[in-house]
């Protein structure tokens, strides 16, 4: 079955990204937001960054109004009944998309595939609690999903070849290079950026260099685009200490135990760019 009709789900960071993807590429999407005011907001962020585009003479007029147009935003979970593919991009939070994944498996058509860009949490939890866990499996993009070039394909020890062989279809339709993997926390990307991470984390939090230094080092010392504090600001602190501890009840090693300077920074709301603090202040 050739996917035309893609649902996604949470207009977070993530869910607007691949949305944009998967509208450009041809798709037509279906963008389930809980609140109305933010499906508006995610059209009025997809409108801003077209029209950045074509400003930069990167995309024309006509793609950006086809693009616009096959793009619905709506709040109603029903609407995914005619999709042929749902990726969720909810909060990293396996009870949340587990209670999501049931829903869907009662309201989407039997053939569909049903998808989650889960980081690190087991695929298989969440195919364990439809009546079809042989289409389900994981479609990991990575932030911002409209630059950077993978997908991880996950598959579960439930997932049919069929169902890979789909999702890695649309994968390389939206323009990406696609890898398989199978479902352990963190797959290859997570499990082996994220011990620097918070090892990164650590070191500041000892205070054995400052911030600036700590992303200086890395960035001129291994040619990294970006230094390990920013990227933790951009990936969201909240989502970071989600994906720790998630490698961490997966493998007990204490490289993946989330350093303590995460967690007090989660609770006190600074969680990157998306609350416009984290390591850095994005206020002025
Ligand atoms: N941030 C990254 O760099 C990154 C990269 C790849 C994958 N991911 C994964 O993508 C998913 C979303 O991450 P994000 O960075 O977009 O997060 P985000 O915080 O920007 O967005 C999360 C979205 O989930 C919604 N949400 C929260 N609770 C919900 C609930 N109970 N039911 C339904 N929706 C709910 C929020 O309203 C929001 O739209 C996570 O699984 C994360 O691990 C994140």
């Known amino acids: 079955m050739a996917v035309k009709r893609v649902g996604i789900i949470g207009s977070g960071i993530m869910g607007s990204g691949i ?11 279906v963008l389930r937001s809980r609140a109305q005011s933010s499906a508006d ?35 109603d979970l029903g609407e995914m ?30 053939g569909a595939i049903l998808a ?17 866990p042989e289409r389900v499996c994981g479609v990991h993009f990575f932030n911002p999903a409209p630059m950077m070039a993978l997908v991880e394909i996950v598959r579960a020890i439930t997932t049919s070849d069929e169902t890979i062989a789909e999702a890695t279809a649309f994968a390389t339709a939206c323009g990406k290079n696609a890898v398989q993997v ?42 990294f685009p970006m230094g390990p504090l920013e990227l933790l600001d951009l990936v969201g602190l909240d989502t970071s200490l989600a994906i720790l501890e998630a490698l961490y009840a997966e493998f007990k090693d204490p490289n993946y135990a989330p350093a303590p300077i995460l967690r007090r920074m989660v609770t006190a709301e600074r969680l990157g760019r998306k609350s416009r603090v984290g390591f850095y202040d994005y206020r002025k």
Do not use: W
């Open 19 to 29: 949305a944009e993807v998967a509208a450009k590429s041809g798709f037509e999407v």
């Open 41 to 75: 907001a995610m059209v009025a962020g997809l409108e801003k960054s077209l029209a950045k585009q074509v400003e930069r003479q990167k995309l024309t007029e006509a793609d950006r109004d086809g693009t616009l147009a096959r793009v619905r935003a709506v709040t």
């Open 116 to 132: 989650t860009n889960t980081s690190t949490l087991p695929v298989v939890e969440m195919a364990m609690v439809t009546g079809r």
């Open 81 to 110: 009944a005619d999709c042929d593919l749902v990726l969720e991009s909810v909060l990293e939070d396996v009870e949340t998309k587990k209670h999501l994944f049931n829903e869907l498996d009662r309201i989407c058509a039997d």
């Open 182 to 223: 199978k479902d352990q926390a963190g797959f290859i990307v997570n499990a082996l950026l994220f011990p620097y991470l918070n090892n990164a984390a650590r070191l500041y939090d000892a205070g054995v260099a400052t911030r600036d230094d700590i992303d200086a080092a890395m960035k001129g010392g291994c040619n």
